[in-house]
């Protein structure tokens, strides 16, 4: 039943993306525990959370990197990281089942038993339960996105993406509203089942337990829809050319075809350049060479902007020479995005903050040498240091800048999205994965990232999911070649709504407060613990 139950709960995740079984898969997942002893309740989670993410992340196996034709690499990427990630669920399911079990003297006890003590304490003690899975839920998303640099992927309010209505919560709680919203209506599914096997009779008990969390969610509905329908016409638009080569992932790690691949980015560019946009804007990894060191590079984009007048914002490598550097030579690379002004000069420079493990840098490579050669890196990058707005003047503009999966991160496109900031831009390379289902969860992660900060968020991606999102989080336009796919070669125009002269946007209520919501769940978790597993002690709900 565990196993199943990450099964749905990775369905409910794009490509898939059956969202309503977010709702059901976290009680399927609590419900086969309940009873259990501490450590099989444990065991159980981990299988179900193991199971959701060895589905849920199996695009990592289209990493082409191998070894005498087999993906060692890449698979012990996903086993390491499923297995690890899957603490989390278990840990879930240890505390919600701990805290449906407490009071009732017995340390292991049958399904039916454990469902009778739960049934006999009562609607307040049921519905406590039910709320403190949601906190736990949220508190364990929190060291998630944190802890070993954090990887907040695939967070389960991601999953409602599409339902624009309830997403707006996350103006005020970010992504952890949704979270705690869905995981709410899920645990009191959990308990209308259990009262409902206790006694089927009793109609009007097993539906009080679903009371509150409807309640909730009808009144998010509500309010979301006003605020979609009450959206005001955008003072002024920019047209933005986004560009997507569309270039294999073997092709960028091949010198040799540096510069086929380079001048194949130029010919896209120049055939969307005839639409004469503001804004040109080019994908991590387009860029072959170092765009400041290499003149001809340098001479052929600083050209393309100079010739066509327009703005670029372009990903490409950057370099800085160490302070105690002993030769020219010893430098600290970037991954970083590049500022280009119509007259050809560099305005300005990003540099990319945090960093893909194994695809960026090496943990522990001084004291394990030997991890380098189960990664398909050949040196590393250095961190930048904080976010560096770009100013396009003659447009009146302004943006930020994040690379590759720094959209994930909450905190990263919070500090981004400044009063003054008219839209987020994300320049990313999922080619590593092939035509996956990488593209869609990284794309859905990133509509939670323009809710939060009430802004909207343009990404460039190499070969998907190249698109915008407004600000209420509707996905308005995504690239699709001529046969369709939102994987091929080719450029997207956008018309991207500003801010007027003079005019600030009016910071949401999670862009002022940052993760408080957030951090009141994993406090409250905290407490509740001396409360719920004290020995013989009953729930603060009881």
């Avoid at 199971?51 to 695009?59: A, D, E, H, P, R």
């Avoid at 899920?186 to 009262?195: D, E, G, P």
């Avoid at 040196?379 to 302004?398: N, R």
């Amino acid at each position: 039943m565990a196993a199943f139950a990450g099964l749905l709960l990775a369905c409910a995740f794009p490509t898939i993306g059956l969202a309503g079984l977010a709702w059901v898969a976290p009680a399927i997942l609590a419900g086969s525990a309940l009873g259990r002893g501490g450590w099989e309740r444990f065991r159980i989670g981990y299988v179900g959370g193991l199971v959701f993410y060895l589905v849920s992340l199996c695009w990592l196996l289209h990493i082409p990197f191998r070894w005498m034709g087999v993906p060692i690499g890449p698979a012990a990427g996903l086993l390491g990281l499923s297995a690890y990630m899957a603490l989390y669920p278990a840990v879930w399911v240890w505390l919600v089942t701990s805290a449906a079990m407490a009071g009732s003297g017995a340390v292991e006890m049958s399904w039916r038993d454990a469902a009778a003590h739960l049934v006999k304490q009562g609607w307040l003690r049921r519905a406590g339960v039910a709320l403190y899975a949601a906190v736990a839920w949220v508190g364990l998303e929190m060291i998630i996105a944190r802890l070993f640099t954090g990887f907040p992927w695939d967070l389960l309010g991601v999953s409602q993406y599409q339902f624009t209505p309830l997403i707006q919560v996350a103006a005020f709680t970010g992504v952890y509203g949704v979270s705690f919203v869905v995981i709410w209506g899920s645990a009191a599914i959990l308990m209308a089942v259990l009262v409902l096997t206790q006694r089927p009779a009793a109609r009007s008990l097993w539906a009080a337990e679903l009371i509150l969390p409807v309640l909730a969610v009808a009144g998010l509905f509500t309010y979301g829809m006003r605020q979609v329908r009450n959206a005001e016409p955008p003072s002024r638009t920019i047209r933005v050319a986004l560009l997507q080569p569309a270039i294999p992932q073997t092709l960028i790690w091949d010198s040799s075809k540096n510069l086929e691949r380079f001048r194949e980015v130029l010919r896209l560019s120049e055939s969307a350049l005839t639409n004469k946009p503001d804004l040109l804007i080019w994908p991590e990894s387009a860029v072959p060479a170092l765009l400041r060191q290499d003149q001809d590079t340098h001479d052929a984009i600083t050209g393309l902007a100079r010739d066509h007048s327009t703005w670029m914002i372009i990903g490409a490598d950057d370099f800085s020479v160490k302070p105690d550097a002993a030769s020219p030579r010893d430098v600290h690379y970037y991954n970083a995005s590049f500022l280009i002004a119509p007259d050809g000069s560099i305005l300005d420079t990003y540099r990319k903050r945090s960093l893909v493990i194994f695809g960026e840098y090496v943990p522990l490579e001084r004291w394990l040498p030997f991890l380098k050669y189960v990664t398909p890196i050949e040196g590393g990058f250095t961190p930048g240091e904080q976010a560096e707005p770009f100013e396009l003047p003659s447009l009146g503009i302004v943006t930020s800048v994040l690379i590759c999966f720094e959209d994930i991160f909450p905190g990263l496109a919070r500090e981004g999205a400044q009063p003054d900031t008219d839209f987020l831009v994300n320049l990313t390379n999922n080619g590593w994965f092939g035509e996956s289902a990488a593209q869609w969860q990284h794309g859905a992660t990133a509509v939670l990232r323009a809710v939060e900060n009430g802004i909207p968020l343009v990404r460039c991606s190499n070969n998907g999911l190249t698109c915008w999102v407004d600000r209420y989080g509707r996905i308005r336009q995504i690239f699709r070649d001529a046969s369709g796919s939102e994987y091929g070669k080719g450029f997207l125009l956008c018309d991207i709504p500003v801010l007027g002269p003079d005019e600030l946007r009016e910071p949401t209520p999670y862009h002022r407060h940052g993760d408080r919501f957030g951090w009141a769940c994993t406090l409250i978790a905290a407490l509740w613990l001396p409360i719920n597993f004290r020995p013989g002690g009953k729930s603060p709900a009881a």
